[in-house]
C-alpha cells in the first residue's frame, strides 16, 4: 500500500516537471490586449486589468491614449494592423465607431475586421449601428454598454422629486447624444414628461463649450425641472460648466454616467460603476481570447444592477434634500 | 318496504325544531361571544406588552433614518419623504396609524397617516385623558420629537380576525349537533314509537298481528317487550301468529351522505393550488391541476353509471363499504402525492369512491322506500349531501389554513375512514332492492336523442351548469382569490357561500317554479343569472366581487337545476310515457358529469391562455352564449303535469 502512494507520489512529480517548460511558455507568451483610450486610463479600465489579475491570465496591455483628439485615431489603427494585437479593447462611441464602423457599412480598408474588438462605455450600441440588429451578430465585435435603461433612469428621477419637464443640453455632433435624445422624446410620450432639447453645435460649426451657460438659462426659462447629461463627450468634457450655469439657476442635474457625480457637480445618477463595466468586458475578453468564444457569439450586454447616486454638497448647494427613503440604498457622496 | 308518515304541515318557520334551534343558536352564539370577549379582554395586558415593544422597533428603526439624514446635513425641518417611508413601514405593519415629528413648542412639522390636525387631536386627547383611539410612542431627536400612534383596536384584533373562523366553526359545531341529535332521536325515540303506534293500533283493532321488531333497550323498548309479550300469548290464545314489525333507519343514509361529501369537499378550497404545487414539475402547474381535477370527475361520470349496474347485486353496505375504503386510500394518498402521476392514481381513486358511496347511498334509499315516500327519502340524502356542501370547505379551509393543506386531504380521508366504521351501524344490511333496475334499450336512448327540446336542455342547460360549476367554482375561484391575497379559510368561506345561498333559497325557488309551472323559465333564469355572476367577476376582479359571483351561482343554480330534471321529464313526456323516466335521468346525469369533468380542464385551458380574471369573463360569455341559445332553440313548452324533483349534486 505504502509502495503504491509513493509510486503515485513520484509519478505526479515526474509529470509535473515534464509540464513544468510547458507552463513557462504560457507564462512567456501572454495575450496582447490593445487599449485605445480617450482621455486616459480611468476605473474602467481598472476593472477590466483586475479581472485578468483575478483570474491569473497573463496579458500585455499597449495604451493608446488619444487623450481627447480623434485625429490621432487613424494613426492607432494603422499601428495596429502592422502589428496584430490578439484583441483589441475601444473606449467609448467615438472610437469603437472609428475602430469598427457601423454593422452596415464596414470598410476594410479603413475598419478592423480581422481582430476582435470588445467596447466599453458605448451608451446606445443599437442606435449607433456599433451592435447588429437584434438577431444578428458581428463577427469580430462585441462589448459592454454601461447605461441604465432610459426608463429606469426617469424613475431614478422621480424617486426624487417629481419631473414634469426634463432640460438636455447635449452635441448635435454626437451620433449616441442624438440617439439618445430620440429615446428620450419617445419614452416622454409613455411616461407622461416632456423632453426640452438644447443642442449645441450643428453640421457647419462645432460645439462651443461658451454656449452651455446660454442653453440652461433658456432651460430654466422654460420650466425645465432638472438638467439631464447623458452620454454625450462633450459635455462630460465640461460638465462643470453645466452643473455650475445649474447652480447659477436653482437647476440640479442628473447624469447617466458615473464620473459626472463621482469627479463632478451632477447632484444625482443612476450609473452603471465603471470598474464592474469593465470587469464586464473582461468576462468577454477571456471567452475570445482563453475559450477561443468567436466574438459573434457573444452577447453585447449592460449591466443588471446600477448604483443610485447622490452627490449631497450639491443637494446642499440648491436645498434639494434627498427624500428619506433614498438614503436606504443610495450611495452618497459628501 | 316500510312506509315514512306524511310530514304535518307546517310553515317553513313553523313547528318545534325550528324553535330548538334557534333557542340553540342563539344560547350557543351568546355564550361563544362572551367567552372570546372575556378571554380577549383577558389578554389585553399581554397583548400591550407585545404592542408596546412592536413599537419600540418600529420607532428605532424611523429615529435611526431620521438621525443618519440629519448626521449628513439635512435639517429636520426640511426632511423630505417622511410621508413615504412612514408608508413603507404601515405596509409592514397596518396597525400602525400616523407618525410625526414635533418641535420643541409641540407644533408639527411633518406628518404620515393622518392629518396634521388629526395627530395633534389625538396626542392633545392623550395628554388630557390618558386614553385615546391610538396607543402613542414617542422618541426624543435632539430638541425634535417623534411619535407614531398604533391603532388601539388592534388590541383585539386577535378576536377580529378570528370571527368568521368562529362564526364558521360555530355554524359546523351546529350542522353537526344537528345531524347527531336528528340521528339519535330518530333512531332511539322516532322510530320505536311510530312502531310502538303501529302495534299498538293493530292490538286495538284486534288483530294481535304485529310484534314490536325495534330493538331499544330503553324505557320504550322494556315497556314494548312486555306488549310484545302479551301479543304473543293472546295471538296464541287465538290461534294466529303475529310476526315483528319494524322500520327501515332510512335515516341513516342522511349521515353517511353527509360524511362521504364532507370528506372530499374538506379539501375543496385548496385542491387547485396544492395540485399545481405537486404537478408543477411535470406540466403548468395551472394546466396540472385542471387535469388532476377533470380525471377525478371524469372517473365519477364513468364509475356512476357502472356501479348502479351492480349495485342490485353487491348490495348498498357493501358498496359503500368499498367506496369509503377506495375514497379513504385515494385522500391519504393525495395528502403524500409527490407527482402528476400518483396524484392522478390517488384523485382516481376518490372519484371511483365518491362515485361508489354516492350510487350505494341513492340505492339504499330506493330500496328501503316505496313510490310514496321516495321523494322524502331522496330528499333525506340530498340534504346531508348539502350540509356538507356548506361545511365542507369552511371548515376544511381552517384546517388548512392552520396546519396546513396536506392535513386537511388526511382529515377527509379521517372523515371518510369514520363513515366505513359508522356504515355498519347505519345501513341496514337486511335491505336489499327486489328487483334490478331496468337497463334502458339503445332504441329508447335513440329515441330520446330525436326529442329536439330534450337535446337542447342538456347541451345548453344541464352539461353547462356543471361545467362552470367545477370549472368555476372549484377550479378558478380558489386560484383567483390566492391572487387577490386571500388566505385559504377566506377561500372556503366563499365556497361555502354557494352551498348556503343554494340551501337558503332553494326551498322558495322550488315552490315558485311549482306554483308557475315554469320549469323552463327557472332554466333560462338560473343560466342568466350565471352568466350575470362570472362577467362580473371578470370586469371587476376582487375579494366581494368573487363572493358576489359565488352567490349568484349558488342561486342560479338552486334556480335552475331542480327545474332542468323537471323540464327533462316533462320534455320527453311521451318517451316517458312508453319507456319509463330511466334513460331521460341517465342521460341528464351523465351529461351533467361529463360537463362537471370538462369544466376543470376548460377553466384550466382558459386561466392559462389569458389569465385568471380574463378566464371568468370568458366563462361567463359562454355562460350567456348557451343560455341565448337555450332561450332561442327550446321554444315554447306547454304546461302539463309536474314531475317530481330531486336532488342532484
Given at each position: 500500500?505504502?509502495?503504491?502512494?509513493?509510486?503515485?507520489?513520484?509519478?505526479?512529480?515526474?509529470?509535473?516537471?515534464?509540464?513544468?517548460?510547458?507552463?513557462?511558455?504560457?507564462?512567456?507568451?501572454?495575450?496582447?490586449?490593445?487599449?485605445?483610450?480617450?482621455?486616459?486610463?480611468?476605473?474602467?479600465?481598472?476593472?477590466?486589468?483586475?479581472?485578468?489579475?483575478?483570474?491569473?491570465?497573463?496579458?500585455?496591455?499597449?495604451?493608446?491614449?488619444?487623450?481627447?483628439?480623434?485625429?490621432?485615431?487613424?494613426?492607432?489603427?494603422?499601428?495596429?494592423?502592422?502589428?496584430?494585437?490578439?484583441?483589441?479593447?475601444?473606449?467609448?462611441?467615438?472610437?469603437?465607431?472609428?475602430?469598427?464602423?457601423?454593422?452596415?457599412?464596414?470598410?476594410?480598408?479603413?475598419?478592423?475586421?480581422?481582430?476582435?474588438?470588445?467596447?466599453?462605455?458605448?451608451?446606445?450600441?443599437?442606435?449607433?449601428?456599433?451592435?447588429?440588429?437584434?438577431?444578428?451578430?458581428?463577427?469580430?465585435?462585441?462589448?459592454?454598454?454601461?447605461?441604465?435603461?432610459?426608463?429606469?433612469?426617469?424613475?431614478?428621477?422621480?424617486?426624487?422629486?417629481?419631473?414634469?419637464?426634463?432640460?438636455?443640453?447635449?452635441?448635435?455632433?454626437?451620433?449616441?447624444?442624438?440617439?439618445?435624445?430620440?429615446?428620450?422624446?419617445?419614452?416622454?410620450?409613455?411616461?407622461?414628461?416632456?423632453?426640452?432639447?438644447?443642442?449645441?453645435?450643428?453640421?457647419?460649426?462645432?460645439?462651443?463649450?461658451?454656449?452651455?451657460?446660454?442653453?440652461?438659462?433658456?432651460?430654466?426659462?422654460?420650466?425645465?425641472?432638472?438638467?439631464?447629461?447623458?452620454?454625450?463627450?462633450?459635455?462630460?468634457?465640461?460638465?462643470?460648466?453645466?452643473?455650475?450655469?445649474?447652480?447659477?439657476?436653482?437647476?440640479?442635474?442628473?447624469?447617466?454616467?458615473?464620473?459626472?457625480?463621482?469627479?463632478?457637480?451632477?447632484?444625482?445618477?443612476?450609473?452603471?460603476?465603471?470598474?464592474?463595466?469593465?470587469?464586464?468586458?473582461?468576462?468577454?475578453?477571456?471567452?475570445?481570447?482563453?475559450?477561443?468564444?468567436?466574438?459573434?457569439?457573444?452577447?453585447?450586454?449592460?449591466?443588471?444592477?446600477?448604483?443610485?447616486?447622490?452627490?449631497?454638497?450639491?443637494?446642499?448647494?440648491?436645498?434639494?434634500?434627498?427624500?428619506?427613503?433614498?438614503?436606504?440604498?443610495?450611495?452618497?457622496?459628501? | 318496504?316500510?312506509?315514512i308518515p306524511a310530514k304535518r304541515k307546517t310553515g317553513f318557520f313553523g313547528g318545534t325544531i325550528w324553535i330548538l334551534l334557534l333557542v340553540s343558536v342563539v344560547?350557543l352564539c351568546?355564550?361563544?361571544?362572551?367567552?372570546?370577549?372575556?378571554?380577549?379582554?383577558?389578554?389585553?395586558?399581554?397583548?400591550?406588552?407585545?404592542?408596546?415593544?412592536?413599537?419600540?422597533?418600529?420607532?428605532?428603526?424611523?429615529?435611526?433614518?431620521?438621525?443618519?439624514?440629519?448626521?449628513?446635513?439635512?435639517?429636520?425641518?426640511?426632511?423630505?419623504?417622511?410621508?413615504?417611508?412612514?408608508?413603507?413601514?404601515?405596509?409592514?405593519?397596518?396597525?400602525?396609524?400616523?407618525?410625526?415629528?414635533?418641535?420643541?413648542?409641540?407644533?408639527?412639522?411633518?406628518?404620515?397617516?393622518?392629518?396634521?390636525?388629526?395627530?395633534?387631536?389625538?396626542?392633545?386627547?392623550?395628554?388630557?385623558?390618558?386614553?385615546?383611539?391610538?396607543?402613542?410612542?414617542?422618541?426624543?431627536?435632539?430638541?425634535?420629537?417623534?411619535?407614531?400612534?398604533?391603532?388601539?383596536?388592534?388590541?383585539?384584533?386577535?378576536?377580529?380576525?378570528?370571527?368568521f373562523d368562529i362564526v364558521v366553526v360555530l355554524v359546523v359545531a351546529l350542522a353537526l349537533s344537528f345531524e347527531l341529535m336528528l340521528l339519535v332521536l330518530t333512531v332511539?325515540?322516532a322510530l320505536?314509537?311510530?312502531?310502538?303506534?303501529?302495534?299498538?293500533?293493530?292490538?286495538?283493532?284486534?288483530?294481535?298481528?304485529?310484534?314490536?321488531?325495534?330493538?331499544?333497550?330503553?324505557?320504550?323498548?322494556?315497556?314494548?317487550?312486555?306488549?310484545?309479550?302479551?301479543?304473543?300469548?293472546?295471538?296464541?290464545?287465538?290461534?294466529?301468529?303475529?310476526?315483528?314489525?319494524?322500520?327501515v333507519r332510512l335515516i341513516g343514509v342522511r349521515m353517511l351522505a353527509f360524511l362521504f361529501v364532507l370528506s372530499e369537499e374538506l379539501a375543496r378550497p385548496i385542491m387547485p393550488?396544492?395540485?399545481?404545487?405537486?404537478?408543477?414539475?411535470?406540466?403548468?402547474?395551472?394546466?396540472?391541476?385542471?387535469?388532476?381535477m377533470a380525471?377525478h370527475l371524469l372517473m365519477i361520470a364513468?364509475a356512476m353509471p357502472?356501479c348502479s349496474?351492480?349495485q342490485?347485486?353487491?348490495?348498498s353496505l357493501?358498496m359503500y363499504?368499498?367506496g369509503a375504503?377506495l375514497a379513504t386510500?385515494g385522500l391519504?394518498?393525495t395528502?403524500?402525492?409527490?407527482?402528476?402521476?400518483?396524484?392522478?392514481?390517488?384523485r382516481?381513486?376518490s372519484g371511483f369512491g365518491y362515485a361508489t358511496t354516492f350510487v350505494a347511498c341513492q340505492g339504499y334509499v330506493l330500496d328501503a322506500t316505496?313510490d310514496k315516500n321516495r321523494t322524502q327519502g331522496s330528499a333525506m340524502m340530498v340534504s346531508g349531501i348539502m350540509l356538507a356542501d356548506i361545511c365542507g370547505p369552511a371548515i376544511g379551509g381552517i384546517i388548512a389554513s392552520?396546519?396546513?393543506?396536506?392535513?386537511a386531504f388526511?382529515m377527509g380521508g379521517g372523515v371518510a375512514l369514520l363513515s366505513v366504521a359508522l356504515a355498519?351501524l347505519l345501513i341496514d344490511?337486511?335491505v336489499?332492492?327486489?328487483?334490478?333496475?331496468?337497463?334502458?334499450?339503445?332504441?329508447?336512448?335513440?329515441?330520446?336523442?330525436?326529442?329536439?327540446?330534450?337535446?337542447?336542455l342538456v347541451?345548453?342547460a344541464a352539461a353547462p351548469a356543471k361545467l362552470i360549476l367545477s370549472g368555476f367554482l372549484y377550479y378558478m375561484v380558489p386560484?383567483?382569490l390566492?391572487?387577490?391575497?386571500?388566505?385559504i379559510a377566506e377561500m372556503g368561506r366563499v365556497i361555502m357561500i354557494y352551498g348556503l345561498v343554494a340551501l337558503l333559497s332553494g326551498w322558495f325557488i322550488a315552490r315558485w317554479t311549482d306554483a308557475k309551472?315554469a320549469e323552463?323559465r327557472a332554466v333560462g333564469i338560473g343560466g342568466g343569472l350565471t352568466a350575470l355572476g362570472l362577467?362580473?367577476a371578470?370586469?371587476?376582479?376582487?375579494?366581494?366581487?368573487m363572493a358576489l359571483a359565488v352567490g349568484l351561482l349558488g342561486l342560479a343554480h338552486a334556480t335552475s337545476i331542480p327545474a332542468q330534471l323537471s323540464a327533462s321529464l316533462?320534455?320527453?313526456?311521451?318517451?316517458?310515457?312508453?319507456?319509463?323516466s330511466?334513460?331521460v335521468l341517465a342521460?341528464l346525469r351523465l351529461s351533467e358529469r361529463l360537463g362537471g369533468a370538462l369544466g376543470p380542464?376548460?377553466g384550466?385551458?382558459?386561466?392559462?391562455?389569458?389569465?385568471?380574471?380574463?378566464?371568468?369573463?370568458?366563462m361567463?360569455?359562454?355562460a350567456?352564449?348557451?343560455?341565448?341559445?337555450?332561450?332561442?332553440?327550446?321554444?315554447?313548452?306547454?304546461?302539463?303535469?309536474t314531475p317530481q324533483a330531486e336532488g342532484t349534486k
Open positions: 500500500m505504502i509502495r503504491k502512494i509513493v509510486r503515485c507520489v513520484l509519478l505526479v512529480g515526474v509529470l509535473l516537471v515534464m509540464a513544468a517548460p510547458v507552463l513557462r511558455a504560457q507564462e512567456a507568451d501572454p495575450f496582447r490586449i490593445a487599449l485605445i483610450l480617450w482621455r486616459g486610463e480611468t476605473e474602467v479600465e481598472k476593472g477590466f486589468h483586475d479581472y485578468f489579475t483575478s483570474q491569473n491570465i497573463p496579458v500585455v496591455f499597449e495604451t493608446y491614449n488619444l487623450d481627447r483628439n480623434m485625429d490621432a485615431m487613424p494613426g492607432i489603427l494603422e499601428t495596429i494592423r502592422r502589428d496584430p494585437p490578439d484583441l483589441v479593447y475601444t473606449w467609448g462611441t467615438g472610437i469603437t465607431m472609428a475602430a469598427v464602423g457601423p454593422h452596415d457599412a464596414v470598410d476594410p480598408a479603413r475598419h478592423i475586421t480581422d481582430i476582435p474588438v470588445v467596447f466599453v462605455m458605448v451608451s446606445a450600441p443599437w442606435q449607433t449601428g456599433i451592435a447588429a440588429p437584434q438577431g444578428q451578430t458581428r463577427p469580430n465585435v462585441t462589448g459592454a454598454a454601461h447605461i441604465a435603461p432610459l426608463s429606469a433612469q426617469i424613475n431614478a428621477i422621480r424617486a426624487y422629486r417629481p419631473m414634469d419637464r426634463l432640460g438636455v443640453v447635449f452635441n448635435a455632433d454626437e451620433a449616441n447624444s442624438v440617439a439618445n435624445i430620440a429615446d428620450l422624446t419617445a419614452l416622454g410620450q409613455e411616461m407622461e414628461f416632456e423632453v426640452l432639447p438644447a443642442p449645441l453645435g450643428d453640421g457647419d460649426s462645432p460645439a462651443n463649450p461658451e454656449d452651455i451657460a446660454g442653453k440652461v438659462a433658456e432651460l430654466a426659462k422654460q420650466g425645465a425641472d432638472f438638467l439631464y447629461i447623458g452620454p454625450d463627450n462633450f459635455i462630460g468634457t465640461y460638465r462643470d460648466i453645466l452643473t455650475g450655469a445649474g447652480f447659477d439657476n436653482g437647476l440640479a442635474t442628473f447624469s447617466a454616467t458615473e464620473l459626472e457625480i463621482r469627479d463632478g457637480q451632477a447632484m444625482f445618477g443612476l450609473v452603471s460603476r465603471y470598474e464592474l463595466v469593465g470587469r464586464l468586458a473582461a468576462t468577454k475578453a477571456v471567452q475570445i481570447l482563453r475559450d477561443n468564444v468567436a466574438p459573434g457569439d457573444i452577447p453585447v450586454e449592460t449591466l443588471e444592477r446600477f448604483s443610485y447616486l447622490i452627490r449631497l454638497s450639491a443637494a446642499k448647494r440648491l436645498e434639494l434634500y434627498p427624500p428619506l427613503p433614498l438614503l436606504d440604498y443610495a450611495e452618497i457622496i459628501e | 318496504m316500510t312506509a344560547a351568546i355564550s361563544l361571544v362572551g367567552i372570546s370577549w372575556r378571554a380577549a379582554n383577558l389578554a389585553e395586558n399581554d397583548l400591550r406588552i407585545d404592542m408596546g415593544k412592536k413599537a419600540q422597533i418600529e420607532i428605532h428603526v424611523l429615529a435611526t433614518k431620521i438621525e443618519r439624514a440629519e448626521r449628513l446635513g439635512i435639517p429636520i425641518p426640511d426632511l423630505v419623504g417622511f410621508a413615504d417611508l412612514f408608508a413603507g413601514m404601515q405596509a409592514g405593519d397596518p396597525d400602525l396609524m400616523f407618525a410625526a415629528i414635533r418641535d420643541s413648542g409641540g407644533m408639527i412639522l411633518h406628518a404620515a397617516g393622518v392629518s396634521k390636525t388629526d395627530i395633534a387631536s389625538s396626542l392633545e386627547q392623550g395628554n388630557d385623558a390618558g386614553d385615546t383611539s391610538h396607543i402613542v410612542t414617542w422618541r426624543q431627536l435632539g430638541a425634535y420629537q417623534l411619535v407614531i400612534g398604533h391603532d388601539r383596536a388592534a388590541l383585539m384584533r386577535p378576536l377580529t380576525d378570528n370571527l332511539n325515540v320505536p314509537v311510530r312502531v310502538a303506534s303501529r302495534v299498538l293500533d293493530n292490538m286495538r283493532d284486534g288483530k294481535f298481528s304485529l310484534l314490536h321488531g325495534q330493538s331499544s333497550r330503553d324505557e320504550i323498548g322494556q315497556f314494548m317487550a312486555r306488549i310484545n309479550a302479551v301479543i304473543t300469548s293472546t295471538a296464541r290464545n287465538i290461534g294466529a301468529k303475529a310476526k315483528p314489525a319494524r322500520e393550488t396544492f395540485f399545481a404545487e405537486v404537478t408543477a414539475g411535470t406540466m403548468d402547474g395551472q394546466l396540472g391541476a385542471g387535469t388532476v380525471i364513468i357502472l349496474l351492480v342490485g347485486r353487491i348490495g357493501r363499504l368499498v375504503g386510500i391519504f394518498g395528502a403524500f402525492a409527490g407527482g402528476f402521476w400518483d396524484l392522478v392514481i390517488w382516481a381513486f316505496s392552520h396546519v396546513g393543506s396536506a392535513v388526511m355498519f344490511g337486511a336489499r332492492g327486489d328487483k334490478a333496475p331496468p337497463v334502458p334499450t339503445k332504441a329508447a336512448f335513440r329515441a330520446l336523442l330525436r326529442n329536439r327540446r330534450f337535446v337542447v347541451l345548453f386560484f383567483a390566492w391572487q387577490t391575497g386571500a388566505n309551472q323552463t362577467i362580473g371578470g370586469l371587476v376582479p376582487g375579494f366581494g366581487m316533462k320534455l320527453s313526456k311521451d318517451f316517458v310515457d312508453l319507456h319509463g330511466g334513460p342521460v380542464i376548460s384550466a385551458w382558459l386561466v392559462v391562455t389569458f389569465g385568471v380574471v380574463d378566464a371568468m369573463l370568458y361567463g360569455l359562454f350567456l352564449f348557451c343560455v341565448i341559445c337555450f332561450e332561442i332553440l327550446i321554444g315554447k313548452v306547454p304546461k302539463d303535469t
